[in-house]
């Protein structure tokens, strides 16, 4: 029996049923979480959202605003749903303001906007605006673009260039770089000319209408000469950071006049001058703003110089120790790569001088032996990177004097390849006594297998702190999985002739331990990088390929094919011997055919 509604709302021939499903199935198309019913056509929705209304056929009549949708009863009643909501316009390009337009197109890279200005003049003219340009890296495109788009994108967006990088742009003919370069910038405050083919009156040109420059770069300009540090010296003050490597035409004595003219002046990159005028280091003494000093290769660098930079020239002497007292240097990195004439007596002169000093670059100082560096180590307790690489009379005191020094507990790189004293001995000091080393460069030393061994139990070491530390703390960060962040350690031993196969399979055995124990989405750093014998690198590397990516039955299977044949091929050797066949002292790393993939 079918149930009426005394109101007459409801059409009697549709079953209660049937409403009910009909009505929960308009609840979750309506706009609004509610429906409303309406007695009447003359009442109106209160939602100003929607609203539904069952009624007579009448109601045709009062629904001329409103969507009416396909008739879902079964006699002359219709269900009408309402939906009161303004028209969505459709936004177009054309209608947007050039601000906004400008605001959307600062999001493509420029060589996107190079591509993009090609779609129509009003592109043409959005994408040239100098306000996306106030970043300017031509390095990034300039070979796919004429030297005429280049030189009118840099006209164009010139009053709002502050950073220009035109490095490599050598098809900038001379006419198109005085106009667009030097005459049109004048707010620039960072400039990259390096390698640049720009005459010396076109640089000229670009610092005296730029006074406010806060970096430049004129490596490899070989036109430029001492006049040009004057005019740097003169008319930009707020100089901070200055490279004139490889340029021929400068040395001593016009660096002198940028140092003395730019007193903010703190980062120096001057590789490859002749440093023929020692008035350059008092001037540097007497600033003692230089946080980066880079004397790479620089001819005439003498223990005199190193002197002067850190006491200057009539300094008040210590009564006990006959040294000036002057104060601590700010230096932080310190590049005297390849000056052969300093010795030993330059270390002596920088110990207790540099307390900041975090970068130290010897390598190729010929004649530095481990007195020099036993002395100045202890008193640069932030060292994190050394090298002396090519540094032959190194030997393992230096290296014993790192492991017992403050220097120890914050050290991260040291490289000292080519420097044959050094065995097992020193190098396993540092390996123990460093517990953030992360990379060693060590090749042709005699280091052997007990290194290997000791540098994989230092990081089983550091492993086992830091969970230890992690689970003391309450939680352990899961950190997304990066190859670069699971590597706690790099050694090169290239030419070591005394580390051999079962060195690098108990490596690689440790590495894939590691990650079976910790997966790599805990991104704990205990994996072990190694650069060896050119016979054994391709399995090693395809050994670790796998590890980080989590394929450990593959990577296992080609150690232990590779351990098979080492045998193998040592017992063959064995054999010959025994019979007077091919003996050779170093089979064990001669062998043909090495690599197991």
Same mark, same amino acid.
Not at 70 to 79: D, E, I, K, V, Y
Not at 121 to 139: I, M, N, P, T, V
Not at 474 to 503: E, F, M, N
């Given at each position: ?18 409403? =009910? ?6 609840? =979750? ?52 749903? $309402? ?27 420029? +060589? ?47 009053? $709002? ?36 083919? $720009? ?22 300009? +070989? ?187 914050? $050290? ?14 020193? %190098? ?13 460069? %060590? ?64 490596? %690689? ?66 054999? =010959?011997? +025994? +019979?007077?066949?091919? =003996? ?14």
């Amino acid at each position: 029996m079918q149930r009426t509604n005394p109101s007459n709302t409801w059409d009697t021939s549709i079953p209660i049923s049937r409403r =009910r499903r009909l009505l929960n199935r308009i609840k =979750r198309f309506s706009s609004t979480p509610s429906l409303n019913k309406y007695t009447s056509l003359d009442e109106k929705p209160q939602s100003a959202v929607s609203c539904i209304s069952l009624a007579g056929s009448s109601s045709s009549a009062n629904t001329s605003a409103c969507t009416t949708p396909r008739n879902l009863s079964r006699s002359s009643s219709t269900l009408e749903l $309402f939906v009161d909501c303004p028209t969505v316009q459709e936004t177009k390009w054309i209608s947007l303001p050039s601000e906004l337009k400008i605001r959307i197109l600062s999001y493509l890279s420029p +060589r996107q906007l190079i591509g993009v200005s090609s779609v129509s003049k009003e592109f043409h003219k959005l994408c040239y605006d100098g306000q996306l340009w106030s970043r300017l890296d031509a390095s990034e495109f300039y070979d796919r673009i004429s030297a005429k788009t280049l030189a009118h994108l840099i006209v164009t967006a010139a009053p $709002f260039i502050k950073y220009i990088n035109l490095r490599g742009c050598v098809q900038l003919p001379e006419q198109w770089t005085i106009d667009a370069v030097a005459n049109a910038c004048r707010n620039l405050q960072t400039a990259v000319l390096e390698d640049c083919n $720009f005459q010396k009156k076109t640089v000229h040109f670009l610092l005296n209408r730029n006074p406010g420059l806060v970096s430049i770069n004129l490596q490899g300009l +070989r036109k430029i000469s001492n006049s040009t540090c004057k005019l740097l010296g003169m008319n930009c003050p707020l100089l901070e950071e200055l490279n004139v490597a490889f340029c021929d035409g400068l040395d001593g004595k016009g660096l002198k006049r940028i140092v003395e003219g730019c007193p903010r002046l703190r980062d120096l990159r001057a590789n490859d001058i002749n440093i023929n005028d020692p008035q350059l280091m008092v001037a540097l003494f007497k600033a003692n703003q230089m946080d980066r000093l880079i004397l790479r290769g620089c001819s005439g660098m003498t223990d005199e110089y190193i002197r002067l930079f850190c006491e200057g020239e009539n300094p008040e002497l210590d009564p006990f120790t006959g040294r000036g007292l002057v104060p601590p240097r700010k230096l932080r990195y310190l590049d005297l790569k390849s000056c052969n004439a300093l010795t030993d007596h330059a270390l002596r002169y920088l110990a207790g001088r540099v307390p900041q000093l975090r970068h130290l670059d010897l390598s190729g100082v010929i004649h530095l032996t481990d007195d020099g560096l036993i002395s100045l180590l202890p008193t640069v307790p932030k060292l994190t990177h050394l090298d002396l690489e090519d540094c032959s009379e190194i030997g393992n005191e230096t290296l014993l004097s790192l492991a017992s020094s403050p220097v120890a507990a914050g $050290f991260q790189s040291l490289g000292v390849s080519n420097c044959e004293n050094i065995d097992d001995a020193g %190098m396993i000091a540092v390996l123990h006594k460093c517990p953030v080393l992360r990379n060693v460069e %060590m090749d042709n030393t005699r280091v052997s297998d007990r290194t290997i061994c000791a540098a994989l139990s230092a990081v089983s070491n550091r492993v086992r702190n830091f969970v230890m530390n992690s689970e003391e703390e309450g939680s352990r960060k899961i950190l997304p999985p990066h190859p670069a962040r699971l590597i706690a350690l790099s050694l090169v031993t290239y030419d070591c002739s005394s580390i051999t196969w079962q060195a690098c399979s108990l490596l %690689m055995a440790h590495n894939a331990s590691h990650v079976q124990r910790y997966p790599t989405s805990e991104g704990i750093p205990g994996l072990v990088l190694l650069k060896c014998f050119y016979e054994y690198q391709r399995t090693v590397d395809e050994h670790t390929s796998l590890v980080l990516r989590g394929y450990l039955g593959e990577a296992n299977g080609i150690r232990e094919r590779w351990e098979k044949y080492m045998k193998s091929c040592e017992e063959a050797v064995g054999r =010959r011997s +025994r +019979r007077g066949w091919g =003996r050779h002292p170093h089979y064990g790393r001669t062998g043909s055919g090495c690599s197991i993939m």
